[in-house]
């Protein structure tokens, strides 16, 4: 059987640094992970439609398409397309998993959560012609999670993405990681991820997972086995807990992280005791400190728009993060993305103000915001984007005076262009 596995990408394009990053940098581990459990008997073709165009005239049986919501829209249309051909369609992701009622009417079948289990019993029952309209399956069991294979994908990657646990036992209103991971925190054996991180070609890769200092125990037994390999990182993990496990710290830099990635979210603490319990502002300068003093860089993913959030919260950003001496940062509006408990709140209190999906990119307001106007909250994003990413800014960011060696150099100076280049395109439809 011939299958076609699209991961849809938002209208919202234009960016020729947007299309080369996500080729160069940012490989499709979805598409990876879809290739790795369809059985092998299957002929497969992979379209990642941020930089590939579809042939509708394809010719084969199944089409399969994951998407965000942001780029919900167009894995509608991709679908209609090929249905329009005759084609079967199945539509997955964390929007379809959210609402699989509105996939549904653009698609013969619905895969909801994660696809291990259900993927493989689809493309059965589909051989046998009794395809099901929703297949709903439980969270896979870690041990049998494949390694993701990448051989299908027609890019130049110098950088993989890998997951060596699924899930996040934390339930931050804004997160809708429970769409499709759930709250039910798995850890793939170490052997397995270890054998996945030594077959790949890159030299550097991401854990995509949602946060790598959940389980310590496991994550420290997991750099110490990565000390052995000589590749670089970068991961995601909680401030609370980097504060407190310095050991830990010291573990990622000589199992070869280079970046620990940190959603800080706001530095107003109403804020946060609302939306993210754990986070605590008075410690993060005193983490941020303590990372980068083993040379590791910091990047601080921020949110605006919280119900606590007024308008100096912008000026109050910049001004901390200045003082912390970030290395990188990423900024997004805050959005209510469906399956979220904060889309739920919105939706009762009547705040929601559009169904339009391209706009759920984090760089537009798709809700009423609480102690700013829209316009606002649109506006202090975008001028507070702008005075962070200055070109002199960027240079003195991208100097490091504990490693003054070009490469690290080079890559904070195209990280902080490349995030700047992502918020922008993020905030576009705005103009
Ligand atoms: S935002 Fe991060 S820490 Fe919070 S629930 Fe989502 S994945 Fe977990």
């Not at 036992?169 to 397995?192: A, D, L, Q, S, Y």
């Not at 830990?248 to 970046?259: P, R």
């Not at 410690?283 to 040379?295: L, P």
């Not at 391209?358 to 507070?384: A, I, S």
Request: proline share 3%; aromatic share 10%; net charge positive.
């Amino acid at each position: 059987m011939k299958i076609l596995l699209v991961l849809a990408h938002s209208k919202i394009k234009g960016y020729l640094l947007y299309q080369l990053t996500s080729s160069i940098l940012q490989p499709s581990l979805t598409l990876a992970q879809l290739v790795a459990i369809t059985p092998e008997k299957h002929r497969i073709e992979l379209v990642d439609g941020r930089y590939q165009n579809i042939n509708y005239n394809w010719d084969g049986d199944i089409v399969g398409i994951s998407s965000l919501t942001y780029a919900v829209n167009n894995a509608y249309e991709i679908a209609d397309e090929f249905r329009k051909r005759g084609k079967t369609v199945v539509i997955g992701g964390y929007h379809a998993s959210a609402l699989p009622d509105e996939a549904k009417k653009h698609a013969d079948s619905v895969v909801i959560g994660e696809a291990e289990n259900s993927w493989p019993q689809l493309l059965e029952d589909f051989e046998k012609g009794e395809i099901k309209s929703f297949y709903h399956s439980n969270p896979a069991d870690p041990k049998n999670i494949p390694p993701a294979k990448r051989i299908l994908q027609k890019n130049i990657s110098i950088v993989s993405r890998i997951q060596a646990t699924r899930g996040c036992p934390n339930r931050c209103e804004f997160c809708c990681i429970g769409n499709v991971e759930t709250h039910k925190f798995r850890k793939r054996p170490i052997e397995n991820v270890i054998h996945e991180i030594k077959s790949l070609k890159t030299q550097s890769f991401s854990f995509d997972d949602s946060s790598l200092t959940i389980d310590l125990e496991y994550t420290k037994d997991l750099f110490i086995e990565l000390k052995k390999i000589n590749k670089k990182f970068t991961c995601y993990g909680n401030i609370n807990i980097l504060n407190d496990n310095q050991e830990l710290i010291k573990l990622s830099k000589e199992a070869g992280c280079m970046t620990w990635s940190i959603g800080l979210e706001s530095v107003n603490q109403e804020s946060l005791n609302n939306a993210m319990k754990t986070n605590k502002v008075e410690i993060f300068e005193k983490a941020i400190k303590k990372i980068r003093k083993h040379g590791i860089m910091v990047k601080g993913l921020f949110i605006f728009g919280f119900d606590q959030d007024k308008l100096d919260v912008f000026h109050n950003t910049i001004k901390a993060i200045k003082k912390w001496e970030i290395d990188l940062a990423y900024f997004s509006i805050l959005t209510p993305f469906p399956g979220s408990a904060l889309f739920k709140r919105y939706e009762k209190e009547g705040r929601i103000l559009t169904r339009d999906w391209d706009k759920y990119t984090c760089g537009y307001v798709v809700y009423k915001p609480e102690r700013l106007t829209d316009k606002q909250l649109f506006q202090k994003t975008k001028e507070l984007t702008d005075k962070f990413y200055t070109l002199p800014k960027n240079l003195k960011r991208s100097f490091d005076f504990n490693n003054l060696s070009f490469s690290r150099f080079a890559s904070k100076f195209l990280y902080n262009n490349i995030d700047k280049t992502y918020i922008k395109m993020r905030m576009k439809q705005e103009k």
